[in-house]
């Protein structure tokens, strides 16, 4: 433990040895080394202040970061002979799933209960809504959103999870006078149909461990809470920190919160940046801060940038002392501007990639897993894609559509609640559809008002008893009803003898087989059925060649152990005496096991944890995966990891800061009070004009302030990119500037390290690397001389060795001393009007357009008349812009800066122009969902679905080239 204090700084040291008893908050910024503060001050309460590891509660993020500590105090504590076993150490969720398994009966939580899936959700509010009186719903503020069968289930959902976020109960909103009656009633009966098949939503899992806290005495040997991510947590998880450290006598016996207010970006989950502050105002003991300032992670300049981007927050800020970096190799972060083009090309993304090919050409130095593209939306990452597959750079991109995701996998999922589980209509009801043909909607929902007549039984028994009755007409249905119980029957009686590890091979087969999961793979039922009975004997192997996402969970669901999970371990404590303090081992014997129990809990742990990708790679995903890959993000999922080199690209007014759709509305709504102030000058009379001005002033004021939080959260989440990189930070945008980086020009630049020899030699030196030049590789003049080139040529085409390169595949990019093959050299491009001796290519004949000469004349950029969208937009050429900069916009006596006088709902409309494009093919037809913007606008598009998700298994090094690769044939 001496060893581990000396190895802190003054301020960790502080944060360490802190009294045990008061409320400490420690402000740790990016880099300070938060996890070993978190880690030293555990062993230190436990070594020094002699508390039991057992009385210690400490809450992370993710089950990545619990399991990171774990492994960092298992050292520490057996030196001094103490378990690690049992350690009250997970995500807010799992601490919160051990006390109600544990006491959640005391509240009528059902105890083999599963986290409700969003299919459950949403069948349950249609369920509901469907059911709902018409004066309730005409009695809504939300009537409309209500109606909208589209959207109103995710509009329910979303201010649900509001309320219960606020710890706001069915009952408690419904005493609130300002509360809605169609939400009242929704909420109320949403939480009893869910209760009634035993399920609860991620926020019910606090929820009811919040109520279950307030009620009855539970874990009342606590004597230390400490909160990881504390920028994280949202009013619900306050409430639950405070309550789980009363201890025994009812206040606080201490807390330490340990995050950063400046990297709160989660507001989309409610989380609320100012519980630094509600922490401190509620605090019945003692309150001390802490602040880390000592940067491990970033060269200085970095640091200075990243300080002036997240000091432009004047507003709802705790202020901190500036980071200090443990080097500085004073290259400022490289910006890049990058024109848009016409073509389909993407020239930023296309830059990216060649900086990357460039970097990586320097000797000794980076690896491509060194390197993170972060993007701001997941509809970046398609063109980034394209880029890096076209010049054979291998890459990842972290959470990616998730195996969980897919249809087979949700189904699989449901045969297990089915088999090992009492009430389970919704998911029963789903496996039958899924497996059964003849059974459609209106069967199913005979089917369920049958089994919720008969609510007093077990789902599946109140099935079996529908199967021997008349209720349902059909033989085929009647048929197809029987086989499906007949299937679930041997699914669970073979339950019922397996008792190993082992066995989960052969059930996951039967479940395979019986239910049908191999309908989601090409072909018609007839063929699929004959396929599975002829490699009934080798289903393995047929799942690993035809069927790859079911081939994984079957790897991971027989590598599952209950031993390896916390959940099972209870702690008994009769007294509050140490000596009576203990932990219980439910069903923790590996040769005996209740295959039953196995399935409740792997089902609930996929729930937990399916989002965090690496916990659910399989063994041989983890050690065949190639590690050399750059790695693509969003910066959500970027968050806690960091790269020596990170790009940020689209750094645009729209993206960010982003402007999603309740944004836009919200600054549209801002357009029009703003017009309607212009137009109240007119008002004759003077009392009914001051009153409009006042309400309309009030209620820009409101959106301002909505605003205001937009752009300041916005901000953290651009702040948390830029802190990710450790040597070299490249940002890039190809429209308008983003306002973050209009107020910091003397923080960036657009000299990057390749500009010349000498600042690569002082770089290598700054970083501690060794600058090995070899003569007849690598020439860091030519490499410099090239790149001086590249970026005079807006970095549109990559040179090297003086060529322009069109082939990647062909060159060894870490060789530049020696002439290149002509395949890849890209020539000059000469049109078919000079080699013809045409002087203009107008007057060259279009045999393949049949379109009407009404267009031919359209140029591009320009539209027809018929397109044009009215007189005004004609008369004013100027377009309306409708973004985040307009709550910077002042008001003038005659104008509005920004705002046209075209009515602000058209605007978009009016600057979604159509292009026609001069020799189009005769079937050329505008895309009718996507706009073409004027010549230098044209944004890059991308499907919300990218289908590439990893290429690295198909790529692989050429012999002596580290820089070049080639595609391998899968």
């Known amino acids: 433990m001496e060893e581990l204090i000396k190895g802190l700084n003054e301020r960790q040291r502080l944060a360490v040895t802190h009294r045990e008893t008061d409320v400490l908050q420690v402000l740790a910024g990016p880099g300070t080394g938060k996890t070993k503060v978190l880690t030293a001050r555990f062993a230190y309460l436990v070594t020094e202040k002699k508390i039991h590891p057992l009385r210690i509660i400490m809450t992370t993020f993710t089950k990545k970061a619990a399991n990171e500590i774990k492994e960092r105090l298992q050292p520490i504590l057996k030196e001094v002979g103490i378990s690690a076993d049992g350690l009250l150490i997970g995500t807010f969720h799992s601490i919160c799933s051990r006390i109600l398994r544990q006491a959640g009966h005391l509240i009528n939580i059902p105890k083999n209960w599963s986290i409700a899936k969003s299919e459950d959700f949403s069948t349950v509010i249609k369920t509901i809504l469907e059911d709902m009186p ?180 004047l507003t709802e800020r705790i202020k901190r002392e500036p980071l200090k970096g443990q080097y500085d190799h004073r290259l400022k972060p490289f910006f890049s501007h990058f024109e848009r083009t016409d073509s389909m090309e993407n020239n930023e993304t296309n830059g990216i990639a060649h900086e990357i090919i460039y970097l990586l050409s320097l000797p000794n130095l980076y690896k491509y897993s060194d390197i993170s593209i972060l993007v701001r939306t997941r509809r970046q990452v398609y063109d980034i894609e394209k880029s890096l597959l076209k010049r054979h750079i291998p890459y990842k991109v972290i959470n990616s559509k998730a195996i969980w995701e897919r249809k087979e996998s949700g189904m699989f999922l449901d045969y297990l609640r089915v088999i090992s589980q009492k009430h389970t209509t919704l998911a029963t009801l789903r496996c039958l559809q899924f497996s059964t043909n003849g059974i459609g909607p209106a069967t199913v929902k005979i089917i369920k008002q049958f089994m919720d007549s008969h609510n007093g039984e077990c789902s599946f028994d109140a099935l079996k008893t529908l199967c021997n009755s008349k209720t349902l007409k059909g033989e085929k249905i009647m048929q197809a009803l029987c086989s499906f119980v007949t299937n679930i029957e041997k699914l669970q009686k073979a339950c019922q003898t397996y008792n190993s590890y082992d066995d989960m091979k052969e059930l996951f087969v039967q479940i395979y087989v019986l239910g049908k999961l191999y309908l989601v793979l090409d072909g018609t039922t007839e063929e699929l059925d004959k396929k599975i009975y002829e490699n009934k004997s080798r289903m393995v192997e047929f799942l690993e060649s035809e069927h790859p996402t079911m081939f994984k969970i079957y790897e991971i669901f027989t590598e599952y152990q209950i031993s390896n999970t916390d959940e099972l371990i209870s702690i008994k404590n009769d007294s509050d005496n140490l000596d009576d303090l203990e932990l219980v081992y439910e069903n923790h014997d590996n040769i005996n096991i209740n295959i039953l129990e196995v399935l409740n809990l792997f089902v609930k742990s996929v729930a937990l944890y399916a989002s965090e990708e690496e916990d659910f790679k399989n063994k041989s995903q983890r050690s065949s995966e190639p590690n050399e890959k750059v790695t693509v993000s969003t910066i959500h999922a970027a968050k806690g990891l960091e790269w020596p080199v990170v790009f940020i690209p689209s750094i645009n007014e729209g993206l960010i800061p982003f402007t999603d759709k309740s944004a836009r509305q919200r600054l549209e709504d801002l357009a029009e009070l703003r017009q309607e102030d212009r137009s109240e000058g007119d008002e004759s009379d003077e009392l009914v004009n001051n009153s409009t001005k006042q309400h309309l002033k009030e209620k820009e004021e409101e959106i301002m302030d909505d605003m205001a939080k937009i752009l300041n959260e916005e901000r953290r989440i651009f702040f948390v990119a830029i802190t990710r990189a450790k040597h070299l930070l490249y940002l890039s945008s190809s429209g308008k500037k983003s306002v973050f980086l209009e107020k910091c020009e003397p923080f960036y630049s657009q000299n990057t390290l390749l500009n010349d020899k000498e600042t690569i030699e002082k770089f290598y030196n700054s970083i501690q690397k060794t600058l090995k030049e070899e003569p007849l590789k690598i020439s860091l003049n030519k490499l410099c001389e090239d790149y001086r080139k590249y970026k005079k040529r807006r970095s549109k085409d990559l040179i090297w060795n003086g060529e322009v390169i069109n082939s990647f595949s062909s060159i060894d990019f870490s060789c530049n001393t020696k002439p290149i093959n002509s395949i890849g050299v890209k020539h000059a491009f000469k049109p078919a009007s000079s080699l013809l001796s045409i002087n203009s290519p107008t007057l060259i004949k279009n045999n393949n357009s049949t379109r009407p000469n009404t267009t031919s004349d359209v140029k ?81 598009y991308a499907p919300a679905y990218t289908p590439v998700r990893n290429n690295a298994a198909y790529i692989s090094k050429r012999k002596g080239n580290t820089g070049g690769t080639k595609i391998v044939p899968k």
């Open 860 to 940: 591009r950029g320009e539209t027809s008349s018929s397109n044009k969208n009215s007189d005004t937009l004609q008369a004013n050429n100027k377009k309306r812009r409708v973004c985040i900069d307009m709550i910077f916009a002042k008001k003038t006596n005659n104008e509005l800066k920004l705002v046209g006088k075209l009515s602000p709902k058209n605007v978009l409309s009016a600057s979604n122009t159509t292009v026609i494009k001069p020799n189009a093919p005769k079937n050329y037809k505008v895309p009718k969902t996507l706009s073409t913007p004027t010549p230098g606008k044209q944004k890059s």
């Open 134 to 313: 018409e004066y309730i719903i005409q009695s809504s503020r939300f009537t409309t959103e209500l109606l909208d069968k589209r959207q109103n289930v995710n509009v329910i959902r979303n201010k649900i999870a509001d309320l219960k976020s606020k710890g706001i109960t069915p009952q408690i909103y419904l005493s609130d006078s300002t509360s809605d009656p169609a939400i009242s009633y929704i909420y109320e009966h949403l939480q009893k149909m869910l209760l009634s098949e035993a399920l609860l939503d991620f926020d019910d899992i606090l929820l009811y461990t919040k109520i279950l806290l307030e009620n009855h005495t539970v874990w009342p040997f606590i004597k230390h809470v400490l909160v990881d991510e504390f920028q994280d947590t949202n009013d619900l998880q306050l409430e639950l920190v405070y309550l789980l450290s009363r201890g025994s006598h009812g206040s606080c016996s201490g807390i330490t919160a340990v995050g950063d207010p400046d990297q709160s970006i989660y507001g989309f989950r409610f989380a609320s940046s100012d519980n630094f502050l509600k922490l401190k105002n509620r605090s019945p003991v003692e309150f001390n801060q802490v602040s880390l300032i000592e940067n491990y992670r970033s060269a200085q300049s970095l640091l200075n940038f990243s300080d002036n981007i997240i000091s432009q927050q």
